[in-house]
Structures are given as structure tokens and as C-alpha cells.
């Protein structure tokens, strides 16, 4: 069965300082797609990124950067000199084949992020 | 903007009540979820929607129906509302083609159940 993993349920750091979360995946699909979310206090979640498992490419977009890699199953975040506006939970999401060409997405059951000043 | 929108941000119902979370979304999209969002459990689908009409259910689907009459719309229902049922309930919708498969999210209904 397909799984999400986010081992971390709390991380706080602060301000300024680097920060990863985790995220390991298990899936026997071939194609599939991988997802993360943040979700501020406010409550909505919103899309950061969708990779592919055939692009293996690191991400980077700002201070946001992601990695790929399927030999260990991950999709790590990195957030660069971290700022109180990312305190947020943030969800990592894995594409599930339904139907044809349909698909919902499997969650881990989130990091809660909490940036210091 | 594309916009998924909730009819409430925070409800409180009795045990035994009739319960309707209603969901709009404006982008055309054939699919549609509810999920519940309990700390610690990530989010749980509840049931979602790929067509009017059509339903499927998810992980949690006991103690839940769903209703969609028109493609924008899709409406959750706790037929007898129980305390187990205090939670966040998220909406979001989807289009089926891959490239285009992000899941928009709603703002949320907090619910509980007194």
C-alpha cells in the first residue's frame, strides 16, 4: 500500500537558520507525482510543489528548495534562512492512481514548523 | 484567482443534529474531496467526487454522506452529528489530467460537536 512518512511532527528553529523536513515515501507504481503543501495559521492549504517520479532534478525556487531522490524514496524540503512567515504545517502528498488516468493524493500526516524571532 | 470557498469557518452542533458543509468552487473542475483534519493524523479522506453525481468513498467514509447535484458544488453531511466528529473539515477540488492535478484547497470548517 502506498505511505507517506513525515517522521517530524514539530521542529522549531531560530530565525535565519536552515531548515529540512522530511519525507519518505513508499509506492509500487512506476509513475507517480509528489506534492508539498503549506498550511498557515490561517488554515488553508496551499501548493508549493508537484515533481514527477521521472524528474529527479533538485528544485529551487527562492529560499524553498527540494530534493528528489528515488534510490532512498525521499522528497526532502529545505527552508533557507527561515522567517517567521513560514511557521506553518506543512504536508507532503503522494499521487494514487484511481480509475483511468484520475488520481487522489495519499498525506503524511504533516511537520509543524515554528520559526522564532 | 481560483477560488474553492466554504459556507462556514467555524460551526457548533449537537450531538444528534443534522449537519450540511457545503463546497463551491469556481474553477471547473471535475473533482471535488472532503477530508478531515485531526492534529497528528494528517488529512483523511472522507469521500470525494469525479463527476456530478458520481461519489466514491475514502478512508473515513462511516458516519458521512455526500451530495453533488451540480459540478461546483459538493456538499458533506453528518446525517446524526456524534462528539468523534469534532474536527477541521477541508474541501478541495482537482482537475483529472495529470499535468494539471493539483488539489485547491478551501479555507476550512472547524466543527463541533457539543
Known amino acids: 500500500a502506498q505511505k507517506v512518512t513525515q517522521a517530524q511532527t514539530e521542529i522549531s528553529v531560530v530565525e535565519k537558520e536552515d531548515v529540512t523536513l522530511d519525507c519518505v515515501y513508499e509506492?509500487?507504481?512506476?509513475?507517480?507525482?509528489l506534492f508539498w503543501y503549506k498550511q498557515p495559521p490561517s488554515g488553508e492549504l496551499v501548493f508549493l510543489i508537484r515533481?514527477?517520479?521521472?524528474d529527479e532534478q533538485n528544485e529551487i525556487s527562492g529560499r524553498y528548495s527540494w530534493n528528489f531522490q528515488k534510490s532512498t524514496s525521499s522528497f526532502n524540503f529545505t527552508i533557507t534562512a527561515s522567517q517567521v512567515v513560514d511557521s506553518a504545517v506543512y504536508f507532503c502528498?503522494?499521487?494514487?492512481?484511481?480509475?483511468?488516468?484520475?488520481?487522489?493524493?495519499?498525506w503524511g500526516a504533516g511537520t509543524k514548523l515554528i520559526i522564532k524571532p | 484567482d481560483v477560488k474553492v470557498t466554504q459556507s462556514s469557518r467555524y460551526l457548533v452542533k449537537r450531538t444528534g443534529e443534522k449537519v450540511f458543509l457545503e463546497c463551491v468552487q469556481d474553477?471547473?473542475?471535475?473533482?471535488m474531496f472532503w477530508y478531515r483534519q485531526d492534529p497528528g493524523l494528517g488529512l483523511r479522506l472522507i469521500y470525494f467526487?469525479?463527476?456530478?453525481?458520481?461519489?466514491e468513498k475514502g478512508d473515513i467514509p462511516e458516519g458521512y454522506s455526500v451530495s453533488r447535484e451540480k459540478k461546483e458544488r459538493f456538499s458533506l453531511i453528518l446525517e446524526s452529528a456524534s462528539t468523534n466528529q469534532t474536527s477541521m473539515y477541508l474541501c478541495?477540488?482537482?482537475?483529472?489530467?495529470?499535468?494539471?492535478?493539483?488539489?485547491?484547497f478551501g479555507p476550512g470548517t472547524r466543527l463541533t460537536v457539543t
Open positions: 474553477m471547473d473542475h471535475e473533482n
Open positions: 509506492t509500487r507504481d512506476t509513475t507517480y507525482y
Open positions: 515533481r514527477n517520479s521521472f
Open positions: 467526487s469525479y463527476d456530478v453525481k458520481m461519489k
Open positions: 478541495a477540488s482537482s482537475r483529472q489530467r495529470e499535468a494539471d492535478y493539483e488539489q485547491y
Open positions: 502528498a503522494l499521487s494514487e492512481p484511481f480509475m483511468d488516468s484520475n488520481y487522489q493524493l495519499i
